[in-house]
Structure formats: C-alpha cells, structure tokens
C-alpha cells in the first residue's frame, strides 16, 4: 500500500518562480488536503477537497493554487514563489464515509524560497 | 472565530509518569476529537478519535477524555516511555469537511 505519496521531497525555488507540489492517494478517499507546516509551528490548512471537482479555501489560501481533476490527485501550484511560502507542505486524505475516520498523511515536501 | 488551544508547547516528564495534555477550543461545538504523533520531519499519524457521547476512550497506555462542556480534551499517556517523546495534536471535527490542528504540544519523556 503506496497510501499518500508526495513528490518532490525537496525543492529550492528562487523568488518569483512557480512550481506544482504532487499529491496522489491510493486509497480511494473522497477528501484530501493541503497543509503548511512552518518550522515548530503547528499545522495551517491551505486548502481542501471533498470530491473530484470541488475545492475549498483553508485557513492561509494566499498564494497557492489547487485543482481536483481526479479522486487520486490533489496538486498545489505555487505561482511566484515568496520566502514566506519556505515551509514543509505535507498532504492527507480521508475517507469520511463512515463519520469523521482518520486522516492518513504524506511524508512532506520541504521547500526553500531564496 | 475557531480556534484551538493545546496546553503548553512543551512538556517534559520523568520516564514512568503519566503525561497529561490539554486541547481546548472555542465557538464550535463538535462531535468527534481526534488526537494525531508527529515525529520530527514526519507526517503526523492518528492515535485516537473520541465523539462526543463518548466520555473516555482508552487504546493501550493512551487514555482520551472528552468535556464538551468545558470544550476541552485531555490526551493520558500512562507508564510513559522515552519512545513516546513527539509532537502530539488535537484535531476537534463538527462533521463539516475541514480538519484543522490545535498547535501541538512537545512531549519529551526523560529516563
């Protein structure tokens, strides 16, 4: 079982580039989301889906971009990349059939903005 | 506005004492808590979900508490041991889509 796959697992992007973060889940989900994770701060929602299609604001949307194509894929587009967007992105999925299971993580891109 | 408090950032406990951390939130009112390790550099990974008929929830040496009236969730881990060392997050869900975190609380068990 693959589970929650991420790619890349690093990147360095210079200021005013863009670039898409990879998200892909086998295990058939109907939710995935994205998050930030700023070094020994907590996680921050940057965007959620509940189905191919249908995407949502989090709680720090500014400067990301999503798009839901398929159940199995949930890219984030970076479009000019800024220091401030340095952080590790880690991406999850739910089922949510039966009410509210657990939510299964990937293991993190690390992306430095110089 | 929501928002979710987890006690203090970092807790340090003597090897084969309980630890005990807090998450409280404010203006929502939901219907299950999950509570998620995190280990450093890693994603985080589910412990427990507790709803809210539900007083305590037990899972081995972990033991869950949900007050909905004191809109708080204390996370038990009993017998502890310097392998439960981690970042340990709360994540309280209304049954909308989102899932959001407290900020977490540093646990580090010292032999």
């Known amino acids: 079982n693959a589970g929650v796959t991420q790619t890349p697992k690093f990147r360095i992007l210079k200021i005013g580039q863009s670039m898409t973060l990879q998200c892909t889940q086998d295990m058939n989900h109907n939710y995935m989301y994205w998050y930030r994770q700023d070094p020994g701060m907590g996680l921050k929602l940057i965007y959620y889906?509940?189905?191919?299609?249908?995407?949502d604001k989090g709680e720090v949307p500014n400067g990301y971009n999503v798009s839901r194509s398929t159940t199995e894929d949930f890219p984030l587009r970076l479009e000019l990349a800024a220091p401030s967007q340095t952080s590790v992105y880690f991406c999850?999925?739910?089922?949510?059939?039966?009410?509210?299971?657990?939510?299964?993580f990937g293991q993190g891109t690390r992306l430095t903005v110089v | 506005s929501q928002k979710i408090e987890q006690n203090s950032e970092a807790l340090n406990i003597q090897e084969g004492k309980t630890a005990t951390l807090t998450c409280n939130y404010t203006n929502y009112s939901p219907a299950y808590l999950q509570w998620y390790r995190q280990d450093p550099g890693r994603g985080p990974v589910f412990l427990l979900l507790?709803?809210?008929?539900?007083k305590e929830k037990r899972k081995e040496r972990l033991k869950v508490t949900f007050d909905t009236t004191l809109k708080q969730s204390l996370f038990h881990i009993t017998a502890s041991q310097p392998a439960d060392s981690a970042t340990y997050l709360c994540a309280p869900l209304t049954g909308n889509e989102k899932l959001t975190f407290g900020t977490g609380t540093r646990l580090t068990i010292i032999p």
């Open positions: 999850a999925s739910s089922s949510r059939q039966k009410l509210n299971t657990e939510a299964f």
């Open positions: 507790i709803r809210e008929n539900e």
């Open positions: 889906s509940v189905g191919a299609g249908i995407t």
